[in-house]
Each structure stands twice: as C-alpha cells, then as structure tokens.
C-alpha cells in the first residue's frame, strides 16, 4: 500500500517557472558581496507578490516580511545568495557565462526554493504572524550572515525561530535530514610565516632553515588531534599550503604556511587555538627561527536547538512520511555562518537530499566544478517551506494546530 501524497506536493508544475528561475540564476553566478543581480530579483518578485521588502542589509542582503492575521509569532527562514570563484565544467547549456565564477554550492537552487515557497505562501497558505523571508549574501567565507546581524538583522526583523536548508549530494534526492545538537564543524585558520637566517645548501651551518622548522611543525600539528583531543570528540587540523625557497642549493630565508582547524565543540576548538599555537612556538625556538601567527576566527559550530529541530522534524514527517526522513543525521565537518544566527535565535539547519549517485556514477559533491543543483528537489524543498511557515504561524484556534515551541521553553532547557 503506497503511502498518500502530500496535498503540497500534488502539483509540482506550477513550479517550473522557479526551475527556469533556478537555471537563470545558475548561469549568471555572483561571488559574495556582489550578488547585485541576484538580489534585485529576489527583491522584485518578492514585491510582486505582496513582501514589504528591504534591500542592501549587510551589503546585498534582502529581507521580504510578509504579515497576516493578528497572530505574534514571527518566523525566519534564510536562503544563501553568493557563487564560488570556480571554472565551472558542467557542460549544462545554463552553465556560468562568466569565467571563474561558478554556482557549485547550489545557493541558486536554495534562493529558487525559497521563492517558489515565497509565492506559494503569499497567495494559498493561511498564516497568522509574521513571516521574514532572509536572502543572504556571502555565505561561501564572507560571513554574510554576521554582516547582516551587525545591520541590525533581528532589531528590525525579530524572528522568535530562525531555520535553513542546504542540498546534499550523496543523499537519496528530496530526502530531509535533521539534527539536534552540534551539526557542522566550526572552522578558523591560521597564517604561519617562518622567518630563518638564508645560505647556500652547501654550507647549512650558516643558516637556519625555516624549512626544516616547517617540517617538524606539520608533523608536531598532528599530535593535537591524536594526543590531546578526546578520542571521542571530532577535530581536523590541516596544512593546506606550505611554501618555501625557489632552488634546490639554496636555503630559504623565509616559510608560509596556511593551516585550517574545525571542531564540533567550542571547548575542542579553544583547545586546538591553543595547543597550536603553543607548538609552532616552541618547534620555532628549537629551529632558532622566528614564527609569527595571524590567526583569523572564522565560523562557529553550528549548533541546532532541541526543540525548534523537534517541530522541524515533525513537519517533514508530516510532508514525507517516515521512509523520506532521517531524524537524527550525523554531523558534518563543513562550516556554515548560519551557525551566528543560532546564536541568536533558537532554530535549525537541516538537509534536503540533491542525489546518492550510483556505484558508475556517484553524486558529484559540491564545490566541484561539475556540480549542479538537482532541480527535482525543488518541489520538496518548497513544499517543506510551505509547511513549515503554515504550520509555525497558523492560528492558535484553527483544527490541528500545533503549539510550536516558545522562547521560554528553550530558555528553560
């Protein structure tokens, strides 16, 4: 016996302008903080459809409000805007007309869903509050999200739960992934110049040789995970770049590295700032070289608050059934600026499925110049927004209406 179709998922085709929508932004991709085009789309169809909109929050950020009834709840849902600085190798006939500059993140697709969600709720679904719709600029490094929280993001539009989505290729298409609790990896890096004294190859009792120094360091970095780090906790540590001297009888008076951390724990990642830098000093002084650090934060671990990811939850049970949603995924290593607004507003950032792939054919992962956004996820992604909006700010009083979790209750926890 099949289980029944979900009523906002009966009629797809009235979403194919938004897959047309979705190829158009593909094929004119803008990096972060110049999402100019992007933006005055989103923020003419939001218009259209009856949005108080404001562009130009944190740089190219628009916000659309959408308000009915008399209700006092008011619900967020954010989308990401910005293109990578990759040379797209798609081969699709919307791919990237600009060279270099690529949407292989599939923020296109998460800016289409929103919209055809957008639409949807202006003109068929019964809410009663307030609605802010966030399209963010310059997820992909720029922490637009922090530039958008220091405009004064939620003083003008407070949100009493704030929720986004990403795609994930390798998970069975249209598929919701949940997770409580830490979801994705903090992520922050470091700059390390090594300054020796240069000479000749020949003759190294002369010099001191950063790159020796650099050397020991990668591998000294390699005992914070292994030996300080609780076997049961999650950390990386990763040398991305070492660079150094331009001939082979030559010692280098000077050494570069760039180096990346990520943990799911704010006391693992205080703990990794620490021991690194503790170890690049003391390895630099055993070398006689000098080390300078410029150590730069960059995302938070992202954090899904229990209660706000247990209405989350419900809704896309409510939408799929059981076989479509896995309730409690595991935690990702990538970094996502969505992270600072859960600091702010109780929410949740959960998954839609963009493809498994197959054993000949797996699914190409994102950030990978062959990358596309599934547009047969579009429906769900929509409908999922649909519900979701429907279902936190329908009246109190309507039949099967369900209490979302308040502010108070996650103060309590």
């Known amino acids: 016996m099949s289980t029944p179709v979900h009523p ?57 409000r959408l308000r009915r009834g008399t209700g006092s709840r008011r619900l967020g849902l954010r ?31 998460h800016t289409a869903m929103l919209l055809a969600a957008a639409r949807r709720i202006a003109q068929r679904a019964r809410i009663d509050g307030t609605l802010h719709l966030i399209f963010q600029p310059a997820e992909e490094g720029g922490a637009g999200a922090r530039r958008m929280l220091d405009d004064g993001l939620f003083q003008r539009y407070p949100c009493d739960r704030i929720f986004g989505m990403h795609n994930m290729p390798g998970i069975p298409s249209g598929r919701l992934v949940l997770r409580d609790g830490p979801a994705m990896a903090s992520s922050d890096y470091a700059t390390v110049t090594l300054r020796g004294v240069g000479g000749h190859g020949a ?8 790159v020796v120094a650099a ?43 760039e180096i990346s951390l990520r943990s799911l724990d704010p006391q693992v990642r205080a703990l990794l700032r620490r021991r690194l ?14 080390a300078r650090i410029d150590w730069r934060d960059g995302y938070a671990v992202l ?7 247990a209405f989350a ?6 939408l799929l059934g059981p076989a479509q949603v896995d ?36 699914a190409c992962m994102v950030h990978n110049p062959g990358y596309d956004f599934n547009d047969d996820i579009l429906p769900v992604g929509a409908a999922y927004w649909t519900l979701l909006a429907e279902r936190y700010l329908e009246a109190p009083s309507a039949p099967n209406a369900q209490q979302p979790p308040t502010r108070a209750a996650d103060q309590a926890r």
């Open 303 to 309: 954090v899904n608050h229990a209660e706000p990811t």
């Open 313 to 318: 939850r419900q809704v896309a049970l409510e």
């Open 277 to 290: 830098h503790e170890l690049i000093e003391a390895q630099a002084r055993s070398f006689e070289v000098q």
């Open 8 to 64: 906002l998922l009966q009629s797809p085709e009235d979403l194919g302008e938004f897959v047309a929508l979705r190829r158009d932004l593909h094929r004119h991709p803008e990096l972060a903080f110049a999402e100019q085009r992007t933006a005055a789309l989103v923020a003419r169809r939001l218009r259209e459809w009856g949005y108080e909109v404001e562009e130009g929050v944190g740089g190219t950020g628009v916000v659309g």
């Open 327 to 362: 309730p409690q995924g595991p935690a990702l290593s990538g970094s996502e600026d969505f992270a600072f607004m859960l600091e702010q507003v109780p929410g949740s950032y959960l998954l839609i499925g963009n493809g498994a792939g197959g054993d000949d054919a797996p």
């Open 215 to 257: 050397a020991a360091i990668v591998m000294a970095l390699q005992s914070i995970v292994a030996r300080n780090v609780d076997p049961h906790a999650m950390a990386v540590v990763t040398v991305g770049a070492l660079h150094a001297g331009s001939a082979n009888n030559v010692i280098a008076q000077e050494a570069v590295m």
């Open 79 to 109: 989308a990401d805007m910005d293109a990578l600085p990759i040379q797209e190798t798609s081969g699709k006939p919307y791919a990237s007309c600009h060279d270099h500059v690529m949407h292989a993140c599939g923020h296109d697709g």
């Open 203 to 210: 003759l190294p009792q002369h010099a001191r040789d950063p």
